[in-house]
């Protein structure tokens, strides 16, 4: 039985990045100055242009290689070990292949990347109004 590799569907990682953080299609085109059917396209691309991965990566919130080596699989073993590992024999997080690192560090992390982003949203938002 043969192995397939999977590709590296960069469209469909963009999409699954924007619908774990809630965002809708109209949002993300709002946020790179394109139309709505343009993310669309850009969601079922396989390739993208790097110019273009970081202007969305931005937008998202998150970095270009975050995009590139998104894994899925990954997102859901790391809050399933999470989740596993919350047993009642004390601190299991130093135990085996499990993270070694503070979740809530982590948690904290993504909020001040969050907070930043919408940061960043306002300013560019006061920047088109002072146009008018």
């Excluded at 975050?66 to 024999?89: R, T």
């Excluded at 979740?103 to 006061?126: F, G, I, S, T, W």
């Amino acid at each position: 039985m043969p192995t397939e590799t999977k590709t590296n569907h960069i469209g469909r990682k963009i999409a699954r990045i924007r619908e774990l953080r809630g965002m809708k299609q109209e949002t993300l085109a709002e946020e790179l100055g394109i139309s709505q059917q343009s993310v669309s396209t850009l969601e079922k691309s396989e390739t993208i242009e790097d110019k273009r991965l970081e202007e969305v990566a931005k937008a998202l919130g998150v970095t270009k290689e975050g995009i590139e080596n998104f894994s899925e699989e990954a997102v859901f073993n790391y809050f399933n070990n999470f989740y596993e590992n919350s047993a009642p024999q004390g601190n299991s997080f130093n135990q085996g292949p499990y993270p070694t690192f503070n979740p809530l560090e982590k948690v904290v992390e993504l909020y001040e990347r969050l907070v930043q982003a919408e940061k960043d949203k306002v300013a560019y938002l006061e920047k088109l109004l002072d146009k008018k």
